[in-house]
């Protein structure tokens, strides 16, 4: 998908970068065709981490909460049923397959 991405971008635009726990298992790395647009469209990529904004959190909590209540933002999970289930489903968290969050209830309560 990223280089779909680069292939069109804008001048000056920028992409953020995280979770790419699905290219963690790969021995041979997706190749880039597109990766030439970053120079003459002077592209940015920055890596984040969710913890380079703890400070933030509390305020972004609030606003998400609201936005749920309001039926702006809805997420989806990929629900899989009992423990026995857990290795599949992580097998294919790491190779793309889920959608969403990925999930794994082991008892209903």
Same mark, same amino acid.
């Given at each position: 998908?990223? $280089? %779909? ?11 953020? %970068?995280?979770?790419?726990? *699905?290219?963690? *298992?790969? *021995? ?22 969710? =913890? $380079?904004?703890? #400070? =933030?959190?509390?305020?972004?909590? #609030? ?20 423990? #026995? *289930?857990?290795? =599949? ?5 790491? =190779? ?10 082991? %008892?209903?309560?």
């Amino acid at each position: 998908m990223l $280089d %779909a991405a680069l292939g069109n971008m804008r001048v000056f635009g920028r992409i953020a %970068a995280c979770g790419m726990v *699905s290219l963690h *298992s790969l *021995s041979d790395p997706q190749k880039l065709h597109n990766l030439y647009n970053l120079i003459p469209k002077r592209i940015k990529i920055q890596g984040f981490l969710q =913890s $380079d904004y703890l #400070e =933030s959190f509390p305020h972004f909590l #609030e606003h998400v909460t609201n936005y749920y209540r309001q039926g702006k933002i809805v997420y989806i999970e990929d629900m899989n049923e009992g423990l #026995e *289930s857990a290795p =599949s489903a992580l097998v294919g968290l790491f =190779s793309g397959k889920n959608v969403g969050k990925q999930v794994i209830r082991v %008892a209903h309560q």
